[in-house]
């Protein structure tokens, strides 16, 4: 089993940056590749990013490349996502989740309890 617990949501303005924090616990982090998805209201959830365990590798959805940045910290069991020149299209709830494999379109074995982000215009 694998605990996921992230943080740093919240309400900023339009152009403004966030970074969100995912905690791990339970199995070894490094052993799991670590994805940001994020669903707004009345939306389907969506990919967001992906890092390899190792944290030599990303994938970003298009709508974000450029302005997000995810990264992780093994030593902490952390994995972060900073978010910058935000959008109010960008409002939603931000989830992270982990997978044994690597890729797009892996399914995810465990996943947090999600963090607000909202962008004001």
């Known amino acids: 089993q694998v605990q996921l617990v992230e943080s740093g949501g919240g309400l900023v303005q339009a152009g403004g940056s966030l970074r969100l924090s995912c905690a791990a616990s339970?199995?070894?982090?490094?052993?799991?590749?670590m994805g940001w998805f994020r669903q707004a209201p009345g939306k389907e959830r969506e990919f967001v990013a992906v890092?390899?365990?190792?944290?030599?590798?990303?994938f970003y959805a298009d709508s974000v490349k450029g302005r997000f940045t995810i990264s992780r910290d093994n030593a902490k069991n952390t994995v972060y996502l900073q978010l910058n020149n935000l959008k109010p299209e960008d409002t939603a709830v931000y989830y992270c989740?982990?997978?044994?494999?690597?890729?797009?379109?892996?399914?995810?074995?465990?996943w947090g309890q999600g963090t607000q982000v909202t962008v004001s215009s």
């Open positions: 989740a982990a997978s044994p494999r690597y890729g797009l379109g892996i399914p995810y074995d465990y």
């Open positions: 339970g199995r070894t982090f490094s052993g799991y590749a």
């Open positions: 890092i390899r365990w190792d944290g030599g590798h990303t």
